[in-house]
């Protein structure tokens, strides 16, 4: 069975930091671009990160740049969102993603467009609130 499995969500103060990790089962994540959306009450999915397999370019939306930092680990085959100096406005369910279409030539770089991926983690919710 194909799935991730996330976790490191949380609640938070203004300020505060959190990790959030998706670990793959079922599938590798190399030659995979990867990314990290969030979805906010009565909001769209936001495209907030992601990583292009083929040269390891980075995308961030300016809502969080500089903030967040997007990595993977291929041994582990684990993916994370480093979340420093956390705002109210990044409360949302937060989920990874991982799109195989670079591995058939498509997609080499990464997009923030959630229908571009195909395995998605079940979310996990970050509460920043004092």
């Known amino acids: 069975q194909r799935q991730f499995v996330e976790s490191g969500g949380g609640l938070v103060q203004p300020g505060g930091s959190l990790r959030l990790s998706c670990a793959a089962s079922?599938?590798?994540?190399?030659?995979?671009?990867i990314g990290w959306f969030r979805q906010a009450p009565g909001k769209d999915h936001e495209g907030i990160s992601c990583?292009?397999?083929?040269?390891?370019?980075?995308y961030y939306a300016d809502s969080v740049k500089g903030r967040f930092t997007i990595s993977r680990d291929s041994a582990k085959n684990t993916m994370y969102l480093q979340m420093n100096s956390l705002e109210p406005e990044d409360t949302a369910v937060y989920y990874c993603a991982a799109d195989t279409s670079p591995t058939i030539g498509r997609n080499l770089v990464c997009t923030e467009d959630p229908d571009e991926y195909h395995y998605w983690g079940h979310g996990t919710q970050v509460t920043v609130s004092s």
């Open positions: 990583e292009s397999s083929s040269d390891g370019s980075i």
């Open positions: 079922g599938f590798s994540l190399d030659y995979l671009n």
